[in-house]
């Protein structure tokens, strides 16, 4: 059974920097795109960063040379690291699989991400 379980979330002041972690089970992690999006109150939950199995990545142009994306292929984890965090960043945050092969997507419980002073 495939689960995904967010943490790390938290309430942090503009500036600041927060570290997402995204455990994976149940399937082949490198099988596997990873993806973070979030989403606003009253907002479309948007694409934030990608990496594909073979490393590459993509970066929202809002959280370009802010965030980056990271995996550990070893602890099925993949991580966002979060730095010089604005206010407009606060959303929840959500993990996303998708198999290279079915393109079958698995999401997870996503965690608040809070930027306030």
């Known amino acids: 059974q495939v689960q995904l379980v967010e943490s790390g979330g938290g309430l942090v002041q503009p500036g600041g920097s927060l570290r997402l972690s995204c455990a994976a089970s149940?399937?082949?992690?490198?099988?596997?795109?990873m993806s973070w999006y979030r989403q606003a109150p009253g907002k479309e939950r948007e694409l934030v960063a990608s990496i594909t199995s073979g490393g590459s990545t993509y970066y929202a142009d809002s959280v370009k040379g802010r965030f980056t994306i990271s995996v550990d292929n070893a602890k099925n984890t993949v991580y966002l690291q979060m730095n010089s965090l604005k206010p407009e960043d606060t959303a929840v945050y959500y993990c996303?699989?998708?198999?290279?092969?079915?393109?079958?997507?698995?999401w997870g419980q996503g965690t608040q991400v809070t930027v306030s002073s």
């Open positions: 149940g399937f082949t992690f490198s099988s596997y795109a």
């Open positions: 996303k699989a998708r198999s290279l092969v079915t393109l079958r997507e698995y």
